[in-house]
């Protein structure tokens, strides 16, 4: 565990690089991609050739003998929710980035991003049960606590995951529709149902982090293997053949229930393997939006 020097290090660190990331490469494109929940109501002024007539306002016509239309803007401010799994699983890792460091890293940047164009920030942290709630809030100062909880924070006890729990506590937490980008390796419970509900409330966007050795096991012989979530620790005999294509089934199993269940809904799941570019691909993301 990190004392107070040390993760205010790190704090300042993942600050600089994924602040100066959205400031340059984000906060435009996120700006575009989200729509605010309406139009609202901006001012009058006087009625043009080619203005809706259903625009009118009849009072201030009628007090000055000359039409005047009614002129709307879009509601721009949102609220973004960050349902981040913690479960032990995320702390796993062969490349430079963990998991975990890289959920981290990937919600600052949307964090400032949304901090940019003035849109409240919450955060669901998750494993089988919801771990800790912040609610959505403004200011520089919020994001910062945000990451420093993203760093910090760490389940109670041993613990699996449970997407549908998240959802669920976002579903009855959260009235309003949220931009809410669900990130995890997606080892999971069943979550379909929870989904289904969540997709038709919400703006959601699935991120699916993987490592390589998630879906391919190396051939090292017989293995003491510790499962990141139960604790439990087996030997595996990783020179077999169907060991090893049995494994990656089961990786190849759970991404395509994802997948599913995302795509049902008409909801995005983006992939990010710890190993990729995530920038490229959540520019991509904007840009398609």
């Excluded at 389940?155 to 995951?161: D, F, I, L």
């Excluded at 390796?185 to 038709?200: E, G, H, N, V």
């Amino acid at each position: 565990m990190m004392n107070t020097t040390e993760l205010l290090k790190k704090v300042r660190q993942i600050e600089y690089k994924t602040k100066g990331l959205s400031n340059h490469l984000f906060s435009g494109a996120y700006h575009s991609a989200f729509k605010g929940r309406g139009m609202s109501f901006s001012e009058v002024r006087e009625y043009q050739y080619g203005d809706d007539v259903k625009n009118i306002d009849w009072n201030v016509t009628a007090r000055f003998k000359t039409p005047f239309v009614k002129v709307f803007e879009e509601e721009r401010e949102l609220t973004l929710m960050l349902l981040v799994d913690i479960s032990g699983s995320s702390l796993f890792g062969t490349q430079q980035l963990n998991k975990r460091s890289l959920i981290t890293e990937i919600c600052a940047v949307l964090a400032f991003s949304a901090n940019t164009n003035n849109d409240k920030v919450g955060v669901i942290f998750f494993s089988d049960k919801v771990e800790f709630y912040i609610p959505p809030k403004k200011g520089s100062s919020h994001i910062l606590r945000i990451i420093r909880e993203l760093i910090a924070r760490e389940p109670k006890e041993q613990s699996q995951t449970d997407i549908a729990e998240a959802l669920q506590f976002l579903n009855t937490t959260l009235k309003k529709k949220t931009i809410c980008f669900l990130i995890s390796d997606l080892i999971s419970k069943p979550f379909d149902k929870q989904l289904q509900i969540t997709a038709r409330k919400h703006d959601l966007i699935g991120i699916h982090i993987s490592d390589p050795l998630d879906s391919e096991l190396p051939n090292l012989g017989l293995i003491d293997y510790v499962d990141a979530e139960s604790g439990k620790t087996i030997s595996i005999d990783t020179s077999h053949a169907n060991v090893r294509n049995d494994y990656h089934k089961a990786f190849v199993a759970h991404q395509q229930y994802a997948q599913k269940s995302f795509r049902k809904q008409s909801a995005t799941l983006l992939s990010i393997p710890t190993q990729a570019d995530y920038i490229k691909i959540l520019q991509g993301f904007f840009k398609n939006r």
